[in-house]
């Protein structure tokens, strides 16, 4: 094979114009499993792990733990390979702990977040020897109780919001919200008070024991400001644990939220030419953001005479994002006065679509049949919501039967799809090493109606029909 262009590490385009996944054709991928497909890189998604990795524990003398967040991309592949590569996990829940532990990870790298948590989910955590980030002083007692009644002592830390200070100044991509703004409208992490009254709680109960500071805003910025200006504050509220509390901070997370190359989320300005080249330039690399954190977060914590923490990091679509794509078949191409649509197998909503109608992906012809002629045209799914996939994008005018790929689909995509018109969501694929390998079975009419259930008095023939007449859901 005569590789001409490259899209990216693991994505090139052929001398006849095929996308190949790794070493794998997209159009072979397509036949063998049929579209709409998500496809997933395994050598993509060990890279990122190590990149992000890297970029901070070569800056960060005091040590880095890399929590993977696993809602950005659930299947259990997945998860076992950043288990392979050594990655914790970010977990909310049962189900997330539940498929990290069937992955192999071991449990002493496992956090369950999440405000609200369930007693079946704090109880799993606790046999199993996850860290528990408690979000409200309440928590703090539900865990201690099972932490008793499993005769276990279990490590804890504390989700807090952010002092306002420096975020005051940002203003988030996410809503027309100061960052500091917005980090205290949401429902996750205690106020600073409350977070210091938490480490008091903590610190006077033996069956817990207290090892971390929490935060984790989201993403909010392509670029490192927000969380260099995450520093002052964190330094700040340590500070104030290790004065009020006696008790300084062994480790600190800084959630997650980094971005990288094509950044697909709450791109949606309309703006979409250009896109598919660019490869790792469109947003700051993670080493700048690793290089603003560490030193920041540094000069800080020393300058306040604070001994330095561990550093946690909770990567989710920094580590997904670019290791998917998605293979979707041109149905119907229409030519209206205002618009032209090319209209594709793939639902929006399977794209992730569903969670930010203002996400924006980059789209590539994937099985040569591009013609050397570009038109501006939206590519829409079939549902029928309004399920824009790109809007006015300037494309190759692809008829029929072409075979597209929307770029950067790996996070956020299956995770988050629904069954709209009752449309089973797709098989993903991981390809690596040379192989393609099904990591989730498409979903069939039984996956999709396989929870209804008919009661009894329905049975009876009404005048439209008798119940004989009807098909069996297979
Ligand atoms: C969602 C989430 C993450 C990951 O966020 P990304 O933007 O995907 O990096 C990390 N930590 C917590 C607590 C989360 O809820």
Redesign the pocket.
């Known amino acids: 094979m005569i590789v001409e262009t490259h899209l990216d590490t693991h994505l090139s385009v052929d001398v006849g114009g095929e996308l190949h996944v790794e070493q794998v054709p997209a159009r072979e991928l397509a036949e063998r499993f049929g579209t709409p497909l998500h496809v997933i890189s395994g050598s993509r998604l060990r890279q990122n792990y190590r990149r992000i990795r890297d970029a901070f524990a070569s800056r960060w003398s005091a040590g880095v733990n890399v929590?993977f967040?696993i809602?950005?991309n659930p299947a259990i592949a997945v998860r076992r390979i950043l288990t392979q590569e050594g990655a914790g996990g970010?977990c909310?829940g049962v189900p997330e702990l539940h498929v990290s532990l069937v992955a192999g990870t071991p449990p002493e790298r496992l956090?369950l977040?999440?405000n609200n948590k369930p007693d079946d989910a704090i109880e799993l955590a606790v046999r199993c020897g996850a860290r528990i980030?408690v979000d409200d002083l309440d928590e703090v007692e539900r865990v201690a109780a099972m932490a008793r009644a499993a005769e276990r002592v279990v490590t804890v830390g504390i989700?807090s919001k952010p002092d306002r200070g420096a975020l005051e100044e940002q203003s988030s991509e996410m809503a027309a919200l100061s960052i500091g703004a917005y980090a205290e409208l949401s429902k996750?992490g205690l106020e600073p008070d409350d977070a210091v009254a938490a480490a008091r709680a903590i610190l006077a109960r033996p069956e817990l024991r207290l090892v971390g500071l929490?935060y984790?805003l989201?993403?909010h910025l392509s670029e490192p400001e927000l969380f260099e200006d995450m520093a002052p504050g964190l330094a700040h509220l340590s500070q104030r644990l290790q004065r009020e509390a006696g008790w300084a901070p062994g480790s600190v997370?800084l959630?997650?939220?980094?971005?990288q190359g094509r950044d697909p989320?709450f791109r949606n300005s309309g703006a979409l030419a250009a896109w598919p080249q660019a490869a790792d330039d469109f947003v700051a690399p993670i080493e700048d953001f690793a290089e603003a954190v560490c030193s920041e977060l540094q000069r800080r914590f020393s300058e306040r005479g604070l001994p330095l923490p561990v550093l946690g990091l909770?990567?989710?679509?920094?580590?997904?994002?670019s290791a998917g794509v998605t293979l979707t078949r041109v149905g119907t191409v229409k030519q209206g006065r205002a618009r032209r649509w090319v209209m594709v197998d793939s639902p929006g909503t399977h794209l992730g679509l569903s969670r930010s109608p203002r996400d924006a992906h980059a789209i590539v012809v994937a099985d040569g049949s591009a013609p050397d002629h570009e038109v501006v045209c939206d590519v829409v799914g079939p549902l029928c919501v309004v399920d824009v996939i790109a809007q006015q994008a300037t494309l190759p005018a692809v008829g029929p039967g072409a075979l597209l790929c929307v770029l950067d689909t790996g996070?956020?995509a299956d995770g988050e799809a629904s069954n709209a018109n009752s449309i089973g969501r797709p098989a993903v694929i991981l390809v690596e090493a040379g192989r393609a390998d099904e990591i989730r079975r498409r979903e069939t009419l039984g996956d999709v109606f396989g929870r209804d259930r008919v009661p009894p008095h329905l049975y009876v023939a009404g005048p439209g029909s008798d119940w004989h007449d009807a098909p069996a859901v297979p």
């Open positions: 929590h967040a809602k950005s970010d909310l956090v977040n999440g980030n989700r996750w929490h984790h989201g993403r997370t959630g997650g939220g980094f971005t989320f909770e990567p989710g679509r920094y580590i997904t994002a996070a956020y």
